[in-house]
C-alpha cells in the first residue's frame, strides 16, 4: 500500500512554470508506475502524464505535450510534474496516481491509489 500527498500548486500568469511533488509513503514506492491526473471544475477527469517503475518510459496526453515533463526518484519516493508554458485551460486540480500496472494509469481505470490533490490556476 502507499500513501500519496501532493504540493506545489499556486496561482501563476500564463506562460509561467510550476513544478508539483507527489511524496509516496512506504519502502515499496519504486514497484509502482506513477501519474498524474486533473479535474477542472464542471469537466471529468483527465489523463495527463504516466511514468514507468524504473523511470524509463513516459507517456503524456495531447494537450501537455511538450510543455509538461513527469520524473521520479526513487530515492526520494517522489514523482515531479513539471509544468511549462502555462495556459489557462491548465487550471484545475492536481491529482497524483499509483499503480502497479502502467496501462492503467494510462487509460485512468482502476487506479489503485490516489492523492488528495493539488489546485493549480492560471490566469490570463
Known amino acids: 500500500q502507499v500513501q500519496l500527498v501532493e504540493s506545489g500548486g499556486g496561482l501563476v500568469q500564463a506562460g509561467g512554470s510550476l513544478r508539483l511533488s507527489c511524496a509516496g509513503s512506504?519502502?515499496?514506492?519504486?514497484?509502482?508506475?506513477m501519474g498524474w491526473f486533473r479535474q477542472a471544475p464542471g469537466k471529468e477527469r483527465e489523463f495527463v502524464a504516466a511514468?514507468?517503475?524504473?523511470?524509463?518510459?513516459?507517456y503524456y496526453a495531447d494537450s501537455v505535450k511538450g510543455r509538461f515533463t513527469i520524473s521520479r526518484d526513487n530515492a526520494k519516493n517522489t514523482v515531479y510534474l513539471q509544468m511549462n508554458s502555462l495556459k489557462p485551460e491548465d487550471t484545475a486540480n492536481y491529482y497524483c496516481?499509483?499503480?502497479?500496472?502502467?496501462?492503467?494509469?494510462?487509460?485512468?481505470?482502476?487506479?489503485?491509489?490516489w492523492g488528495q490533490g493539488t489546485q493549480v490556476a492560471v490566469s490570463s
Open positions: 512506504g519502502r515499496s514506492f519504486s514497484s509502482y508506475a
Open positions: 496516481a499509483a499503480d502497479g500496472v502502467l496501462t492503467k494509469l494510462q487509460i485512468g481505470q482502476r487506479v489503485n491509489y
Open positions: 511514468i514507468s517503475r524504473s523511470g524509463g518510459l513516459t
